[in-house]
T-cell receptor
Framework: AQSVAQPEDQVNVAEGNPLTVKCTYSVSGNPYLFWYVQYPNRGLQFLLKYITGDNLVKGSYGFEAEFNKSQTSFHLKKPSALVSDSALYFC??????????????FGTGTKLQVIP | DSGVTQTPKHLITATGQRVTLRCSPRSGDLSVYWYQQSLDQGLQFLIQYYNGEERAKGNILERFSAQQFPDLHSELNLSSLELGDSALYFCATGSSTNTGELFFGEGSRLTVL
């Protein structure tokens, strides 16, 4: 079975400071990892993904994520937070070794609050 | 705009009733996923279809059922509704490739009174 853990329910950061939203995963095969953002009363929007290659992945709105195989982590980062980044962030994983039909498992979400 | 359309956006109904939520995928997407999001809970995976066939099942109640039609749109049927079924129901669709991200609709907010 695959799983995703987002250990922090909420992360508070001052505007302009770097931010990190943590994610660890468990999957039996090759991990395909994703970050999504959800603004209030909206659907989730794709931010970035790691499939293979460079461990540092860059995505939308200045976000990036670092894949660490030994720590089974895929933390979301941004060098300088904006108030408009305040939202709910979800990490997700699918098993890349098992064909195209595997379900995608989402974490419980982390609420990011950027303080002006 | 993700290209995924969900209807209705809002739905208010009474306990014991039945509702149908509809999802139209992006052009070319063969996979449809249904998720439930309740207050204080994360995204609960319900069920996945691929090109008309059920592919994966999550925490879907027996009172709930879904199907994907030949034109690839999908419907989620919720019956014998209970207060606890009040939630946001999301549909997400993806391409036929294994590496693709999902594209979410704006959700259907169900309120059971």
């Amino acid at each position: 079975a695959q799983s995703v853990a987002q250990p922090e329910d909420q992360v508070n950061v001052a505007e302009g400071n770097p931010l990190t939203v943590k994610c660890t995963y468990s999957v039996s095969g090759n991990p395909y990892l994703f970050w999504y953002v959800q603004y209030p009363n909206r659907g989730l929007q794709f931010l970035l993904k790691y499939i293979t290659g460079d461990n540092l992945v860059k995505g939308s709105y200045g976000f990036e994520a670092e894949f660490n195989k030994s720590q089974t982590s895929f933390h979301l980062k941004k060098p300088s937070a904006l108030v408009s980044d305040s939202a709910l962030y979800f990490c997700a994983v699918r098993d890349g070794s098992s064909g195209g039909y595997q379900k995608v498992t989402f974490g419980t979400g982390t609420k990011l609050q950027v303080i002006p | 705009d993700s290209g995924v359309t969900q209807t209705p956006k809002h739905l208010i109904t009474a306990t014991g009733q039945r509702v149908t939520l509809r999802c139209s995928p992006r052009s070319g997407d063969l996979s449809v996923y249904w998720y439930q999001q309740s207050l204080d809970q994360g995204l609960q995976f319900l069920i996945q279809y691929y090109n008309g066939e059920e592919r994966a099942k999550g925490n879907i109640l027996e009172r709930f059922s879904a199907q994907q039609f030949p034109d690839l749109h999908s419907e989620l049927n919720l019956s014998s509704l209970e207060l606890g079924d009040s939630a946001l129901y999301f549909c997400a669709t993806g391409s036929s490739t294994n590496t693709g991200e999902l594209f979410f609709g704006e959700g259907s907010r169900l309120t059971v009174l």
